[in-house]
């Protein structure tokens, strides 16, 4: 099974700041990473797929980047309603699974 | 507009059976793999499993947790994917939801239900 490590666990930063959350596979896991919104009480939103591409009305302020284990999302300038929970995920071949991050906490300091 | 919404959760006992419900609308429902996923109280998504669809023979997939307990079927007539859960332990308790594979892939999902909670205790 492809383990993903999120870092940090929470982050506290103010609006207007720039967010850089951070995603580790136990191994290559090609374009196959995408990343996740969710606020309390919601279901998770798609922001990017297959490692940079944004989501149908995914404001440009989120961007993503990375190859092989380490990738990245970044919010260039976080909104009020940026503050929420953030999952990557990976799909795999062999054996076929879905697997998440633990989830970095968005929180505003 | 794609929505999905899931329905069929309950409390049950330890041991039972439970079919979850996941009707679809705005799409052509047959061409896409639903995936099901969960969410224990206060912690992070897990995958269930998923169907592929018609074009790549509805085959299936399950995580190791629930494979041999919980069956992923479903009715494209009625543009609705179940998840049949048997054997039902303390640790299935959860929020279900149901979501679409993007693209008609498995690589990442683009709408989601908002979930339908499932407790399992005595």
């Known amino acids: 099974e492809i383990v993903l490590t999120q870092s940090p666990a929470t982050l506290s930063l103010s609006p207007g700041e720039r967010a850089t959350l951070s995603c580790r596979a136990s191994?290559?896991?090609?374009?196959?990473l995408a990343w996740y919104q969710q606020k309390p009480g919601q279901a998770p939103r798609l922001l990017i797929y297959?490692?940079?591409n944004r989501a149908t009305g995914i404001p440009a302020r989120f961007s993503g980047s990375g190859s092989g284990t380490d990738f990245t999302l970044t919010i260039s300038s976080l909104e009020p309603e940026d503050f929420a929970v953030y999952y990557c995920?990976?799909?795999?071949?062999?054996?076929?699974?879905?697997?998440f991050g633990q989830g970095t906490r968005l929180e505003i300091k | 507009e794609v929505q999905l919404v899931e329905s069929g959760g309950d409390l049950v006992q330890p041991g039972r059976s439970l079919r979850l419900s996941c009707p679809a609308s705005?799409?052509?429902?047959?061409?896409?793999?639903m995936s099901w996923f969960r969410q224990a109280p206060g912690k992070g998504l897990e995958w269930v499993g998923f169907?592929?669809?018609?074009?790549?023979?509805?085959?299936?997939e399950y995580s190791a947790s629930v494979k041999g307990r919980f069956t992923i079927s479903r009715d494209d007539s009625k543009s609705i994917a179940y998840l049949q859960m048997n054997s039902l332990k303390t640790e299935d308790t959860a929020v279900y939801s149901c979501?679409?594979?993007?693209?008609?892939?498995?690589?990442?999902?683009?709408?989601w239900g908002q979930g339908t909670l499932v407790t399992v205790s005595s």
């Open positions: 979501s679409r594979g993007g693209n008609n892939g498995w690589n990442y999902f683009d709408y």
């Open positions: 705005g799409f052509t429902f047959g061409d896409y793999t």
């Open positions: 169907i592929r669809g018609k074009a790549y023979g509805g085959t299936t």
């Open positions: 191994q290559s896991v090609r374009s196959y």
């Open positions: 297959d490692v940079s």
């Open positions: 995920q990976q799909r795999s071949n062999w054996p076929p699974e879905i697997t």
